[in-house]
């Protein structure tokens, strides 16, 4: 067992982990944050994408003792207790979500994009989301609502 120390969405953790143990695994059994799901455990759907120093991850390939002494943000860390963060706000109402399996991915491959640019064509969000697969969209209503997004946060700051 090794001990691992990380913070996420703003706390701080110590937590034992085994050699293998993905990021992943720590987040939903160890911390139970739900929103990183286990889709294809290979990297290729980005329903386990995470921020780790604001760097867009797929945790499920991610070792969790690789993440020692960073900064983890899930979708719950976006915005403040009580708050909404303009992205969530976005993609509800522009309908960026139907089952929601693969919002909170997307969301957070949307924060990496406006992160780097704050004011993306709809071209620059086709390439910044796609790592994240939706099974259930067009894909039309989800880069609907990170434009919409990147209208809105080019006036506030998170």
């Not at 293998?20 to 290729?44: F, H």
């Not at 924060?111 to 704050?118: C, G, S």
């Not at 259930?136 to 880069?143: D, E, F």
């Amino acid at each position: 067992m090794h001990l691992l120390k990380l913070t996420v969405n703003g706390q701080n953790y110590e937590i034992t982990v085994q050699l293998k143990t993905t990021l992943l695994e720590v987040l939903r059994d160890k911390l139970q944050i739900t929103s990183p799901k286990a889709g294809c455990n290979q990297g290729d759907c980005g329903t386990c994408s995470v921020l780790v120093d604001s760097i867009l991850v797929k945790s499920c390939l991610t070792n969790s003792l690789s993440v020692q002494g960073k900064k983890i943000i899930t979708v719950e860390g976006l915005a403040k207790p009580g708050e909404v963060h303009p992205l969530q706000q976005a993609f509800h109402e522009n309908y960026g979500a139907q089952c929601g399996f693969c919002t909170p991915g997307m969301i957070l491959a949307a924060k990496a994009l406006l992160d780097k640019n704050p004011n993306p064509t709809r071209e620059d969000v086709k390439v910044g989301l796609s790592g994240n697969l939706c099974r259930c969209t067009g894909y039309t209503k989800i880069i609907d609502s990170v434009i919409a997004a990147s209208e809105k946060m080019v006036t506030v700051t998170d």
